[in-house]
């Protein structure tokens, strides 16, 4: 009896980081129309740091922006912020922070975890109750892994755990990348921000690559079953 075929995962999405926001006008202004260019997920607010009353001011501006185009908004750390401005949930950099905002976050807010180095820390966080594990941004020094070893790290997640795996792409040819190598989320940021022919283009580039990616992926797992 014919083994019955596996469905293909679901096309990875995109999961938009800003830029450092100090003075959110500028993103209140455009973000409603960029966000209608893609099929964005989430959006990753990263706050200028400053004081708490203004810190929170500026979740409470952007989070109905974000959350009315059906994206969720999370801020990078800032978990103590986080309910009162009326975010989704938060990013943390690494296992440790995680852990100390859990019991803030869970279980109404997201939860997601960077700064896995590591597969044992990445299988810490899946297991500590991280709602996605990222793999792939730039450390404290700047410093990645090389696309191969993202991607790598990304399929060897994709095939074994459940919670969602994010590619941090650097480059629309990472996108793509990452998108054949199972990720469930492509982050991009600075790609998407310091394009010439402006954000919109770039965000629609990025959704072409990650469409490009899930198709070389699903062929190349419709080959396997056939063999």
């Given at each position: 009896?014919?083994?019955?075929?596996?469905p293909p995962p679901p096309m990875p999405r995109l999961y938009l980081a800003?830029?450092?926001?100090?003075?959110?006008?500028?993103?209140?202004?455009?973000?409603?129309?960029?966000?209608?260019?893609?099929?964005?997920?989430?959006?990753?607010?990263?706050?200028?740091?400053?004081?708490?009353?203004?810190?929170?001011?500026?979740?409470?501006?952007?989070a109905p922006v974000i959350q009315i185009s059906g994206a969720a908004m999370?801020?990078?750390?800032?978990?103590?912020?986080?309910?009162?401005?009326?975010?989704?949930?938060?990013?943390?950099?690494?296992?440790?922070?995680?852990?100390?905002?859990?019991?803030?976050?869970?279980?109404?807010?997201?939860?997601?975890?960077?700064?896995?180095?590591?597969?044992?820390?990445?299988?810490?966080?899946?297991?500590?109750?991280?709602?996605?594990?990222?793999?792939?941004?730039?450390?404290?020094?700047?410093?990645?892994?090389?696309?191969?070893?993202?991607?790598?790290?990304?399929?060897?997640?994709?095939?074994?755990?459940?919670?969602?795996?994010?590619?941090?792409?650097?480059?629309?040819?990472?996108?793509?990348?990452?998108?054949?190598?199972?990720?469930?989320?492509?982050?991009?940021?600075?790609?998407?921000?310091?394009?010439?022919?402006?954000?919109?283009?770039?965000?629609?580039?990025?959704?072409?690559?990650?469409?490009?990616?899930?198709?070389a992926l699903v062929s190349g797992q419709s080959k396997v079953e056939q063999?």
């Open positions: 009896m014919a083994s019955k075929p596996v800003t830029p450092v926001v100090d003075d959110p006008s500028s993103l209140v202004a455009n973000l409603p129309a960029l966000l209608e260019k893609a099929d964005v997920a989430a959006v990753l607010v990263r706050l200028a740091t400053t004081d708490q009353r203004t810190m929170i001011t500026r979740i409470k501006t952007l999370l801020v990078e750390g800032n978990v103590e912020l986080v309910a009162r401005g009326g975010a989704d949930g938060a990013h943390l950099p690494g296992l440790a922070p995680l852990q100390d905002a859990l019991p803030s976050l869970k279980p109404d807010r997201i939860a997601g975890c960077g700064g896995l180095s590591t597969r044992h820390n990445a299988m810490a966080a899946g297991e500590a109750g991280a709602d996605y594990v990222l793999f792939g941004e730039p450390d404290t020094k700047g410093q990645r892994p090389s696309t191969d070893a993202i991607a790598e790290r990304l399929q060897w997640w994709a095939e074994l755990f459940e919670p969602p795996c994010v590619g941090f792409a650097a480059t629309l040819d990472e996108a793509k990348e990452f998108a054949a190598a199972g990720a469930d989320f492509v982050l991009v940021g600075d790609v998407i921000w310091n394009d010439a022919r402006g954000a919109a283009a770039a965000l629609m580039d990025a959704e072409k690559a990650i469409q490009q990616g899930y198709a063999e």
